[in-house]
């Protein structure tokens, strides 16, 4: 069955952290991936995407993401926290199968950041 | 450039009730996306359009659950008649294409009483 997991429910790191949320997914055709953050009671904001090329991605806010086809991941990776990254962040995955077009959320990664 | 706009933000209302949202997309996006948001879940596709054609809708209970995107711009998502496990957040995205990045709108919360 196609998925996206995001392995981790809630991650708290320290300001000034480094950050890693995990995102695997299950697809049998080339996948097109997505990071978004959302703030509560907001909507979803788009962080970086990957289609082809370079399998390191760079998006907005300092995140980086990067592609590993043969572990199916898409990690989110960013240097350094700060406290206004408290969010929730969800991994998506899009696809283009036999059964048709299919664009899935994971479940999402709720992150504190304490001082 | 305007976002994704929706409205309401907030209704309350007593099950068996009817209860409709409104999304309007970004300008030249042909995708339109309705989904649903449950607390601590993501969100869950119920239907997208393709200019004015509903493309995927097997996840909308259409024994319910009705939506429209006349002319292919903005859409109206329905509830007729609405039950207490409907209160979730409900989501509209646009794209200018399937796969590309879809921009969301603020959403819709409701709480079914």
């Known amino acids: 069955a196609q998925s996206v997991t995001q392995p981790d429910i809630h991650i708290t790191v320290s300001e000034g952290a480094s950050l890693e949320l995990r995102c695997n997914y299950s697809y049998g055709a080339t996948p097109y991936l997505f990071w978004y953050v959302q703030s509560p009671g907001q909507g979803l904001q788009l962080l970086l995407k990957?289609?082809?090329?370079?399998?390191l991605v760079q998006g907005i806010k300092g995140f980086e993401a990067e592609f590993k086809r043969s572990q199916s991941s898409f990690n989110l990776r960013k240097p350094s926290v700060h406290w206004s990254d408290a969010a929730e962040y969800f991994c998506a995955v899009g696809a283009q199968s036999n059964t048709g077009n299919q664009f899935y959320f994971g479940t999402g990664t709720s992150l504190t950041v304490i001082p | 450039e305007a976002g994704v706009v929706q409205s309401p933000r907030y209704k309350i209302i007593e099950k068996k009730q009817p209860v409709a949202f409104w999304c309007n997309p970004i300008s030249g996006h042909n995708t339109l996306y309705w989904y649903l948001q449950n607390l601590g879940q993501g969100p869950e596709l119920l239907i997208r359009?393709?200019?004015?054609?509903?493309?995927?809708d097997s996840q909308l209970p259409k024994d319910r659950f009705s939506a429209e995107r006349l002319k292919g711009v903005d859409s109206t998502l329905k509830i007729q008649p609405a039950e207490l496990g409907d209160s979730a957040v409900y989501l509209c995205a646009s794209s200018f294409r399937v796969y590309n990045e879809q921009f969301f709108g603020p959403g819709t919360r409701l709480t079914v009483l």
């Open positions: 990957y289609f082809s090329g370079d399998t």
């Open positions: 359009y393709e200019n004015e054609e509903a493309v995927d």
